[in-house]
């Protein structure tokens, strides 16, 4: 029997990679792509610019979507640049993209609950809080604390976690349980290859802890 040749070997190896598809390092670095990009569209875009940039961030998710549709990751970040792109936008548009988002993350939730620190639990009570009740929306304040409450058991000690459930507890007018979690998000550890994210995140958490502030003081 003829022994194959160190070529034929090479070749065939190559094209047992080609025929198997995007690897979960391929996902990774998708992934990685998705959500810095995404904090540049939301953090450092403005206007007509932020909405265009988050239309061709949309597609592109989809994209990783397709390639992975068994991930919860993708399905995670195509509901959070969703759910951020109808927040950006608003108006009716906004509710459509709100729906979009909440189908995305409950697909996301569907696949692996614990996905990215739980990230779809605090993206859809997010939604579930800021989007209009019936008729109009599915926004429900009770089910965005069991939401948040689920992130936060998943993830207790993470900015994204303990931000989005203190500005929760400030719409709830829950001013002093809010401080105690958005002091917390502050000192949250920096997130590896994500400097940009937290930077616009303890922006976000500083005006709040001043939102507060002012609320207590009157």
């Known amino acids: 029997m003829k022994q194959p040749t160190i ?5 065939t190896l190559l094209l047992l990679s080609l025929c198997s598809g995007p690897t979960w390092a391929d996902l990774n670095q998708d992934i990685t792509r998705l959500q810095h990009r995404w904090a540049e569209v939301n953090y450092q875009l403005h206007e007509k610019t932020k909405l265009a940039a988050f239309e061709t961030l949309m597609a592109d998710a989809e994209k990783v979507v397709a390639n ?81 409450r689920k992130a936060l058991a998943i993830n207790p000690n993470g900015i994204d976690s303990n931000y989005f459930f203190g500005d929760y507890l400030i719409q709830e007018k829950r001013f002093q349980e809010a401080k105690v979690y958005l002091l917390k998000a502050q000192k949250a550890a920096p997130r590896p290859n994500r400097p940009l994210a937290d930077a616009g995140r303890q922006k976000e958490i500083a005006n709040a802890l001043a939102t507060i502030e002012k609320k207590l003081s009157h």
């Open 7 to 11: 070529s034929t070997l090479v070749t």
């Open 68 to 148: 992975y549709p068994n991930a919860a990751e993708g399905w995670i970040w195509q509901g959070i640049i969703k759910s951020t792109y109808a927040g950006a936008k608003g108006g009716l548009g906004a509710l459509s993209l709100a729906k979009a988002s909440k189908k995305d993350l409950e697909r996301a939730l569907s696949i692996e609950p614990e996905a990215l620190n739980g990230s779809a639990y605090t993206s859809l009570g997010t939604l579930y809080f800021n989007v209009p009740g019936w008729p109009i929306g599915f926004g429900n304040d009770k089910k965005a604390e069991e939401l948040l």
